[in-house]
Structures are given as structure tokens and as C-alpha cells.
């Protein structure tokens, strides 16, 4: 945040120097020095007031900041003191909104100060124009402050201007320069003892690591000092606007829209008007993201007239912009919304937004094409295309994609693609700074619309090999490399242990029906401290080139491999079979998608509600729809085991329920490439681990007679089953069953749990281990589901263990009643103890136990799953 203070007289001194360390203790001595009256000189009590002004800035309190702020003013004695207090109401004004008013304020101060005093008016001057969106004038009048610092040995003034013109360099993504000063400027305030200032240049040291694509480091930045914050006891709810900027670069956008909802809500409520706006359109930009268009536009033309009447013309400029995006993402294909486009592109590059302008370009020229004005469509994307030498991951991924288009406008398709692959090189290499796996599996994103334009060339080409390696390109990437293992963090150990005990807590009070609001509310900071430190790990490893027709074929033997991958409203198929490849189209992807969803709710009737003739009626019209439409094309299947890849909802089917798939192993995989690699993994050699939670007495029962099935497994019961005691187990072992409730959180998928004895065990938790057991049987309800981010990235339990390195993963898609499956899972086991596959195993001990019950025993059966490679 850009950063402002002056001087003073006497005891009025004392209270502004404390300004930025104690702003409470900074009113305090301000108000004794207004309260001696006329005893206390004109230029001191002015004095006092400009500082209580500031220590209200700084306390949020703009309304109570002017009011001060203008009685400085007024109280003045002599011209300087007089041009001091104009100077810092001019900063407050800028905050507040009014930036005509702020820069008329600080540009009459400048002649009647000297010194020092003009370097600070020079400086404030740069910060009002820096509001303005007049970034260059603004790095100038930094600059000349740094220069008077220099001349006058003036540090503090040195570390402000460098901090302002360190921050102003971050959002222009100038990187000369701007770490130095941020550096420097923190370095300077923690040894003048400046602790609130230098938490602020700590922060911006954040913001620079986020322009630049460093979003662990960035995150370091920000938890630094907001530890800071908050042992100084002071609010700062603009820097929401800087979380929000950091989640959308990601992206994290259902994060973002919560943060940005909350920047608006705190920010409007607290007066200022600057942030204010700033807030709508960081509301209006995550809302894009997310697809909620009239949002979008809504917040987007609210904030542009507010950045008018404020006169900050460039922000105005840059609210069109989302404006314009979300008319196109409608699907407006017209010449006044070229024409718009065209214009603010131009507008964003000349006042300093090269990111908006590069998206708005790009599209602008997809308009022209649709338009048929191929001439004009080829202009503006080579002048987008420019940016694939420079900037970001994002924006130089975003040129080569602008070189694509232009070449494919050319009839180039072979250049095409070859610019696409070099884009998702480039998101490749980044992806790999990304150490947590929800990043990697978020940031999946910033490739859609490569991929998407590289498949489909190979579509239209009819290439089933170079369709594979499309979708392969794009598909589950974050699990393409082993995630960076979490440090033994102490901070994060002891919040996982906090979340752990309030979570039981928090199921106690529901199940006895007792209100939990206090324990929901701390259960919520809890996670995204969580989510906070476990993202600051920084990235590590390369991303593995997706695999060849052969390396499958040679790993697949007589299996067959069947990857559905999504083409615009289509789903198709590529089937690996004996070596060869083939493409097939199979229908609508909105059909398919519908039918799954019928399907799961048919089985999950069955199971809740009993076999009644119209629920078994439905659950099998709805398999056998579903079944038509995605095997039916095929015909080359025979009896062979198959390799599912699916697509988008599709990762929930239960697969075995479907006529094709009933009685044969089947073997569901987030990516070949995922597959291949888990298949060529040898099983560990250690013993068995078989675990039990509490409040289910079938699955104690499960374990005790599982340990018959398995000699020498290591139990993990009643108090014993700690998550602790869980994760030790789990490294280096061979086989892994648990018996224990599941939580499946839709919402952040990485905090789906297990209940152990001493409270639930988070996926998250499981990132720690060191050597990955083999094979992970859940019996628990739900425990197969996944959150699914762009990418067909998956996200939950079966993310984290195969990306972790473990062979296989059998769990379940549906609620399932405990006391049947136990049968199944002796079954199971049993079948694998005797050399079966785990998806060999499976399918037989499926087909047995549906032979011998009814419809709710099919269901059952049917919920279970193999993940990974069985």
C-alpha cells in the first residue's frame, strides 16, 4: 500500500512520529497537545490534528481523517506548516475518492516547502497520481523524493518513496528495480522502528512476488505481515483487494468471489470510496471467472462510474474491460462490440494494463474472425502475439495462444499447434512453482483454452494419437509430477491438530442439536489458515510428457483403454486397442451428463429407499441409456478388462452398473498418463494396515474378520486408531483398508475427511507421507467421490494417493450401508490374497455379491470403484 506521513513541532512532533507505530498511542498525544488550547502554539496544534488525521488513516476512519485533516489546515500559523497539512489531507482526499481535489491539495503545498518537506510533498504527489491511474508522472515524482532523501539523509522519506515506487512498479509488472526498493524500504522501517510501515513494504514485497507468477513466495510475504497486523492490532481491509488479485491469478475463484464479496461489503461500510471501487471490480472480475455474467457486468459498470466520478480515468478504462468480456462470454458477436474491444485494448496498453489488454485483444480478434474480417482478426492477434516473449507464464501463454489463432486464420494448422504446445510448455514450467496440489490442480485453468484449440485440430483432422495427446496435454497435470511434500511445519501440524478437535466438537453440538454458530465460524479460520500455509510450499520436480499410442499399448497388454474427452458440446472417445487408436464420437456431452446423474440417483434410491419395482426400474433404465450412448459407438470391446478415462461428471459413475462394464475388471484413471505410471509401480512390501473408526460397530466387525482374511495386518481400533497412529501406518505398506464415516466437501475437496477416534482425517494430512502404501481400500461412504477443477483435475482423496504414488485406490461413489459391504470386502480381499488384481478382484467379488441379493445389494456392490491401476 502506498505509504504517507510529515512533520511537526514539540509534543505534536512526538504524536505524528508515532503515527505509523502506535496509531492508538499516535491520537492519544495528539489529543493532550489539543487539549492545553491556546497554550499550545497554532503550528503545534496543527500539528496535532494532521496527526490524529493520519492515525485515523491509518485506523480506516477517512470521514474522521478529513475532519482533522482540514482543521490542521485552518490552525496553521506559518505557510509551511500550513502546506504540510494540505499535503497529507491531499493523501487522505485520494483515498477517500477524490483525487482532483487530493492533487489540487498537494500541487498548491509544493511551492512554499523546502527540503526535505518539498521531497515529501514530492512524493505525496506521486501517490495521489498513482490513484489517477498516471503511472509514469507518478514513478517520476517518486523518484525525484528518493533523489531529495538522498541529498537531505532523510532514510524515512527514502524507504516511503522507494516502497510507493516499489509497489507502483509491482502492478505495472516492471520488475527493474522493484524488489530493491521493497527490500530496501522494509529493511530501513524495521531499523527505524517503523513496524506497521515495514509490515506494509512486507506485504507489497507480496504483491511483487504475485505479479511475477511467485504465488508461494507471495503467500510467505502475506503471512508475515499479517502476523504483524495483527500483533500491532491494526486493520487492514484494503489488502483484501490484494488477496483477491493473488487468488485470481491462480486461479482460486470460488476463494476469490468469497474474498471479493467481503472486500466490498468491509470496505463500503468503512467509507472508502477509492478501495471501494476498487473492491466492485475485483468482485465483478472473480465473478467472471466463475461464469456469473450479469454479476460481472453489474459490478464491473458500477465501479467504471464510480472510477469516473473519481476521476481515475485508467480504472475506468480497465472496468470497461470486464464489461466487454462478459458481453463477449455471453456470446455477442457484433461490429460495435469489435469496435469497443479494439478501442479499450488500446486504451488498457496506453495506461499501463498490459494483462487486460493482451485478453481483450485476443478476443476482439476471435470477434473479427466470427465476424468474417479475417484481415483485422490476424492485425490484432499479432499484435497480441507479441507477448509471448516476455511477462508472465499467463500472458507470454496467452501470446503463443494469439500466434495459434493467427496461423490457424492462415490455413497453418501444423504451426498452430506447434504455438499451443509451446504456450502449455510455458504454463507447464509454472505449474511446477506451484508446490501445493490444490494450485497445481486450480491453475489447470490458464490452459483451457490452448488445449481446447489443440484438440480441436486434431479432431477436425481425424487424428485419434494426436487427439490422446491433446487431451493428455491439459488432463490431470497435477498429477503428472509428485506434489512438493509439505515441511515438517509446526505451525501446520499444530492448526491441523486445532482443526481436528474443533471438527469433533463441532459434530458433538449437531448431533445433540445444540446451536454451533462460534464453533463453524472458528472451524472456517482454522482451514483457511490451513489452505493459507500449506500453499506457501514452494514448487519443486517437472511435469511428465503424456505418453505415446505405443508406450500405452505396451503397457496395456490385452486391456483396452478408453479416454472420453470433451470437444465443444460433443463427448468423444479414444480407444487404445492392440496397439492401434481409434476416434469415435459418441453424442452430446450435456446428454451424457444428465444420464449419470439419473444413474447415480436411481442407485443411491436404491440403496436409501429398498428394492421397490420403480426404483430398480429406474436405476436400470438409466444404466442402460447411459451405456448405449457411451459404449455403444465402441463395438470393438469384447470381454477385455478396460482403462476408463473419463470426463468431467462422469468421474462419479459407478461403472460396474452399467451392462458393459458388469463382471469385467474396470480400472477408472484421471489420466493415461496418471494410469501408465501407477501401472508400472511395484507394490511395497509392507505388512497390512487394517483401521476401524468410531460410531460404526459393522466396521470393527469388518477389521476383526479382515485380520483372519490377513494374517499378520497390523489393527488399528477403538483408541488406537489416531490420525496419528493412521499416517504412520499408512508409509511403506502394502495394502490399506479402513473402515471408518467419510465426509466428502464439495466445496474444498482437500478437507474431506475420515473419522479416526481422535477426530477426522484430512486428505490434506496425507500429503506427508514419505513412502506411499500400494493399495488403499475406503469402505466408507462417499470416500471415491472427487472435486473436479478445469483440467478433469481431480481433487480429494483419490487426488492425493495417486498423485502421492500409491498403485491403486478402491473406494465408493455412493452412500453405502455398512453392515452388507462388509461381506463384499471379505470377499474382495480374499480374491487378492489369492493373486487376483485389485480390479479383477473386484469385478468378481461385485458380480458375486449382486448374485446373490437384490436391487439394493447391486447397488451396493456397484458403488465401489478402482482408481489408479488395477
Known amino acids: 500500500m502506498p505509504d504517507s506521513t510529515g512533520s511537526g513541532a514539540g509534543t505534536a512532533q512526538a504524536a505524528l512520529d508515532a503515527v505509523q507505530r502506535y496509531p492508538h498511542e499516535a491520537i492519544a498525544i495528539a489529543q493532550r497537545v489539543l487539549a492545553a488550547g491556546s497554550a499550545a502554539g497554532a503550528d503545534e496544534r496543527s500539528t496535532a490534528e494532521r496527526a490524529v488525521g493520519l492515525a485515523l488513516r491509518e485506523l480506516n476512519d477517512l470521514p474522521g481523517a478529513l475532519r482533522h485533516l482540514r ?249 470497461r474491460h470486464v464489461e466487454l468480456r462478459a458481453e463477449y462470454r455471453r456470446g455477442t458477436r457484433s461490429a460495435p462490440l469489435l469496435s469497443a474491444m479494439a478501442r479499450t485494448a488500446d486504451q488498457l496498453d496506453a495506461t499501463g494494463w498490459p494483462g487486460p489488454a493482451l485478453t481483450t485483444r485476443i478476443e476482439a480478434g476471435l470477434v473479427a474472425a466470427a465476424l468474417g474480417r479475417s484481415g483485422r482478426a490476424r492485425n490484432l492477434l499479432a499484435v497480441a502475439a507479441r507477448a509471448r516473449r516476455r511477462g508472465t507464464a499467463d500472458r507470454r501463454a496467452q501470446g503463443w495462444y494469439a500466434l495459434a489463432l493467427s496461423r490457424r486464420l492462415g490455413g497453418d494448422e501444423p504451426g498452430a499447434a506447434r504455438a499451443l504446445r509451446r504456450g502449455l510448455a510455458v504454463l507447464d514450467r509454472h505449474r511446477m512453482s506451484l508446490g501445493a496440489t490444490e494450485l497445481r490442480a486450480h491453475s489447470g485453468a490458464n490452459g483451457q483454452e490452448l488445449a481446447a484449440e489443440g484438440l480441436d485440430i486434431a479432431v477436425r483432422a481425424g487424428a485419434p494419437a494426436r487427439v490422446l495427446a491433446w487431451a493428455e496435454r491439459w488432463r490431470a497435470n497435477a498429477l503428472r509430477a509428485r506434489p512438493a511434500r509439505p515441511p515438517a511445519d509446526p505451525e501446520l501440524v499444530a492448526a491441523l491438530a486445532e482443526l481436528r478437535l474443533v471438527s469433533g466438537l463441532l459434530e458433538d453440538e449437531v448431533l445433540a442439536g445444540r446451536p454451533a454458530t462460534a464453533l463453524r465460524g472458528r472451524q472456517a479460520r482454522l482451514e483457511q489458515r490451513i489452505r493459507d500455509l500449506a500453499r506457501r510450499v514452494p514448487g519443486e520436480g517437472a511435469v511428465l510428457a503424456p505418453p505415446g499410442v505405443g508406450a500405452l499399448a505396451a503397457q496395456l497388454g490385452s486391456r483396452v483403454l478408453v479416454e472420453l474427452v470433451a470437444h465443444g458440446d460433443r463427448i468423444r472417445a479414444v480407444l487404445v486397442r492392440d496397439g492401434r487408436a481409434s476416434l469415435h464420437d459418441l453424442g452430446p456431452l450435456a446428454v451424457a451428463a444428465d444420464l449419470a446423474r439419473r444413474h447415480r440417483f436411481a442407485l443411491r434410491r436404491l440403496v436409501t429407499t429398498g428394492d421397490t419395482a420403480a426404483a430398480r426400474a429406474g436405476a436400470v433404465h438409466a444404466a442402460a441409456a447411459l451405456d448405449r450412448l457411451l459404449f455403444a459407438p465402441l463395438r470393438r470391446l469384447a470381454d477385455r478388462a478396460l482403462v476408463i478415462v473419463p470426463v468431467g461428471a462422469l468421474h462419479a459413475v459407478p461403472w460396474s452398473a452399467l451392462p458393459t462394464c458388469a463382471g469385467r475388471p474396470v480400472t477408472v484413471a484421471p489420466s493415461a498418463t496418471a494410469w501408465l505410471g501407477a501401472d508400472r509401480r511395484e507394490l511395497p512390501a509392507g505388512p497390512p494396515v487394517l483401521a476401524a473408526g468410531p460410531r460404526l460397530p459393522a466396521g470393527h466387525t469388518e477389521v476383526r474378520r479382515l485380520a483372519q482374511v490377513l494374517p499378520g495386518a497390523r489393527r488399528l481400533t477403538g483408541p488406537d486408531a489416531t490420525a496419528a497412529a493412521l499416517t504412520a501406518a499408512l508409509d511403506g505398506a502394502g495394502l490399506v483398508h479402513i473402515a471408518a464415516h467419510g465426509t466428502f466437501r464439495a466445496d474444498n475437496p482437500q478437507f474431506s475427511s475420515l473419522e479416526l477416534a481422535d477426530g477426522p482425517l484430512f486428505a490434506h494430512e496425507w500429503e506427508a507421507v514419505a513412502r506411499p502404501p500400494g493399495c488403499v481400500v475406503l469402505s466408507a461412504c462417499d470416500s471415491g467421490l472427487t472435486g473436479l477443477r478445469p483440467g478433469d483435475e481431480v481433487m480429494g482423496f483419490t487426488a492425493v494417493l495417486l498423485a502421492l504414488g500409491t498403485r491403486c485406490l478402491i473406494a465408493t461413489v455412493l452412500p453405502v450401508p455398512a453392515e452388507p459391504t462388509t461381506a463384499l470386502m471379505l470377499d474382495l480381499h480374499a480374491r487378492m490374497r489369492a493373486g487376483a488384481g485389485p480390479a479383477g478382484a473386484l469385478a468378481d467379488a461385485q458380480r458375486a455379491f449382486a448374485a446373490t441379493g437384490d436391487g439394493p445389494a447391486r447397488a451396493t456392490a456397484a458403488a465401489f470403484v478402482c482408481f489408479g491401476a488395477g
Open 71 to 319: 482543521r490542521a489546515v485552518r490552525a496553521a500559523g506559518t505557510p509551511r506548516t500550513r502546506a504540510l497539512a494540505r499535503m497529507s489531507q491531499g493523501y487522505v482526499l485520494a483515498n477517500a475518492g477524490h483525487t482532483a481535489a487530493a492533487l489540487r491539495a498537494v500541487t498548491a503545498a509544493l511551492p512554499q516547502l523546502v527540503g526535505a518537506d518539498a521531497g515529501r510533498a514530492r512524493m505525496q504527489r506521486g501517490v495521489v497520481l498513482h490513484y489517477r491511474g498516471r503511472y509514469d508522472e507518478a514513478v517520476r515524482d517518486y523518484g525525484l523524493a528518493v533523489d531529495i532523501a538522498l541529498r537531505e539523509g532523510d532514510l524515512l522519506l527514502e524507504a516511503r518513496a522507494r516502497n510507493n515506487r516499489g509497489l507502483l512498479n509491482a502492478h505495472r509488472g516492471a520488475a527493474n528495480g522493484t524488489h530493491d526498493d521493497l527490500s530496501r524500504a522494509a529493511a530501513t522501517f524495521q531499523r527505524l522502528g517503523l513496524d506497521l510501515a515495514a509490515a506494509d513494504a512486507r506485504w507489497n514485497c507480496g504483491i511483487a512476488a504475485g505479479q511475477r507468477g511467485d504465488i508461494a513466495g507471495a503467500l510467505r510475504s502475506f503471512a508475515t505481515a499479517d502476523e504483524e497486523y495483527r500483533r500491532l492490532a491494526v486493520p487492514r481491509p484494503a489488502l483484501l483487494l490484494d488477496r483477491v488479485e493473488l487468488l485470481l491469478s491462480v486461479p482460486l475463484v470460488d476463494e476469490a468471489v468469497v474474498v471479493a464479496t467481503a472486500a466490498v461489503r468491509e470496505l463500503g461500510r468503512r467509507g472508502m470510496a477509492s478501495d471501494f471501487a476498487e473492491a466492485l471490480l475485483a468482485r465483478a472480475r472473480a465473478a467472471l471467472l466463475a461464469a456469473d455474467l450479469d454479476t460481472a457486468t453489474d459490478a464491473a459498470a458500477a465501479a467504471r462510474a464510480r472510477f469516473r466520478r473519481q476521476g481515475r480515468r485508467t480504472w475506468a478504462v480497465f472496468a
